[in-house]
């Protein structure tokens, strides 16, 4: 099972810092993040529509770098990241809701991401309709359709296979029970407990996706 940093190494670094997903490359199998566009068009590494109050498809990126989010830290690029950690796969998470600022109702934001998508990487999104554009697009680049703990994890997957994604990428909480695991990949989110990690693994699946790769490799071993 693949030990995969959720955002970096938030348990000790700010969320989506470059920092933080050098600290973890020797030990993950993998990192996660999150892409928002700036509004002067850079690939912005944030969860939140939001960096220290400022909206992120409303400011520039000469603004963004300056700013402070935890420690000294700074935003990151997109491409720093991929440069950061060229030996590790990177969960490329493309936030583009209908309902926040910087939207993309064509999807460009997950094309350009695609285009920077390397052997390994998977480009993933909550929205269906995102990572389908990417798919009929990006015949060679694996995609993942991600699933909130509210969502139906048996519809994902079904749906995954019919546009077909590479994973499913699912709320822990969605998994009760033995998944299949044949021809999709399936990483849970967001797993900081090594006895519901190994649980998961005894479940079958893919991955775990965790706050503090570090503390969850020595626990349950990343080869598990």
Known sequence: MKIVAHRGWPARFPDNVLAGFLAVSGVADGVELDIRRSVDGKLVVAHDPEIA????AAT???ELVEL?????HHPALLDEVLAAVPEIPVLLEVKNFPFQAGYEPDHRLA??????ARPGDFVTSFN???VAAVRRVFAGVSTGLAVAAGGD???AFLLSRQIGH???IPAEVLIERPVEVADLEVFAWTVNDPVRARELAEFGVSGIITDDAPRLARAIGSET
């Not at 402070?68 to 000294?72: L, N, P, Q, R």
């Not at 094309?111 to 920077?116: D, M």
């Open 53 to 56: 109050g400022h909206v992120i």
């Open 60 to 62: 520039p990126w000469s």
């Open 68 to 72: 402070d989010i935890g420690d000294g």
């Open 111 to 116: 094309l350009e991401a695609a285009e920077r």
């Open 128 to 130: 269906p309709l995102t």
């Open 153 to 155: 994890f048996e519809e």
């Open 166 to 168: 590479t994973a499913v």
